[in-house]
């Protein structure tokens, strides 16, 4: 999509600096953290949302993204969180897929409801 800033970023049309990248997909910090680690991990290719037929080698190189996320920003052992929202009702605000990986202080401390 022309006018997609994830598919922008995704495919370098727009300079971030990547925490991981493979063949399927990126991993960038938030520009608006809600926690001390917010990282968006996004698939290269554009898909609406989670239910959008995504190939099974995005979802798994969204899997190996957040791994290798967790590792890399030391959240890997206190724990993590990831999230994906789904249309604009459940707080999706860039249509394109993506899942949030939330870490560095604990659920009780703020970093979101349970």
Do not use: W
Not at 39 to 62: C, G, I, Q, R, Y
């Amino acid at each position: 999509m022309s006018d997609c800033i994830f598919c922008k970023i995704a495919n370098g049309e727009i300079p971030s600096e990547f925490l991981y990248e493979d063949d399927n997909v990126v991993a960038f910090n938030d520009l608006n953290p809600q926690a001390p680690v917010h990282v968006l991990v996004v698939p290269k290719a554009h898909h609406d949302n989670f239910v959008d037929d995504v190939p099974a080698e995005t979802l798994l190189s969204m899997e190996r993204a957040v791994r290798a996320v967790a590792e890399r920003t030391g959240v890997a052992e206190s724990g993590f969180r990831c999230i994906m929202n789904t249309g604009a009702a459940a707080g999706q605000t860039v249509m394109h897929l993506h899942m949030h990986v939330l870490g560095g202080r604990g659920l009780g401390e703020g970093l979101l409801p349970a």
